[in-house]
């Protein structure tokens, strides 16, 4: 069974250009997270997908980040425009019963 | 708000020594979780706690829940350098995580 995969794995963009993350999440499972590390500081939620609503966005961190998962599958995450402090790696994880979640191995952005 | 806070951040240990990592968190929660990562990987889900006085292990790895005292520890028996990565414990749903205990064993 294929895990949780991310892509790209790195992306290193200017400050005020656009990026787009995606995450294909396992199969059949419902729910899908977006968490995002900034560089030494803690793993932060940003939202929560249950199928195709947004079922929690307290996370994200102002309007120029848009997370999507069109027809409950992959889920995108824009970030537009990008800032520096927008830097970090982005984790997806998902799950099925909301207990235990599956990550991906991150996209690491950075931002120049 | 809920707050995690792992301790040690950074562990340096010898082979087939045991240490114990601590996951304290200030709010109750029915789930803890521990975590794996080796660089630049993916967080690898190592235990699941749902309960108080929940232990689980595999292999040198025990990982054990209070949740009276909001206190989980991760014990690690005879440590081997494969060990070696970032652990973290994450706490609720959806995950609020601890700052992770890099650890690193050595001969």
């Known amino acids: 069974e294929a895990g949780v995969t991310q892509f790209p794995s790195h992306s290193v963009i200017e400050k005020g250009q656009t990026v787009t993350l995606r995450c294909d999440p396992i199969s059949g499972h419902d729910n899908l997270y977006w968490y995002r590390r900034v560089m030494g500081k803690e793993i932060k939620f940003l939202l929560h997908f249950v199928k195709e609503s947004k079922q929690d966005e307290s996370g994200m961190p102002n309007n120029r980040f848009l997370a999507e998962r069109t027809g409950g599958t992959y889920s995108t995450l824009k970030v537009q425009p990008a800032e520096l402090e927008d830097s970090g790696v982005y984790f997806c994880?998902?799950?099925?019963?909301?207990?235990?979640?599956?990550f991906g191995q991150g996209t690491r952005l950075t931002v120049v | 708000e809920l707050k995690v806070e792992q301790n040690p951040l950074f562990l340096s240990m010898q082979e087939g020594k045991n240490y114990t990592i601590y996951c304290n968190y200030s709010?109750?929660?029915?789930?803890l979780y521990w975590y794996r990562q080796d660089p630049g990987k993916s967080l690898e889900s190592l235990f699941v706690?749902?309960?108080?006085?929940a232990v689980k292990q595999e292999g040198r790895l025990m990982a054990s829940l209070d949740t009276k005292a909001r206190l989980s520890t991760l014990h690690i028996t005879a440590a081997v350098h494969d060990l070696s990565a970032t652990y973290f414990c994450?706490?609720?749903?959806?995950?609020?995580f601890g700052k992770g205990t890099r650890l690193s064993v050595i001969a």
């Open positions: 994450a706490v609720d749903n959806p995950l609020v």
């Open positions: 706690l749902l309960s108080n006085g």
């Open positions: 709010t109750t929660s029915d789930r």
């Open positions: 994880a998902s799950s099925q019963a909301g207990i235990e979640a599956f």
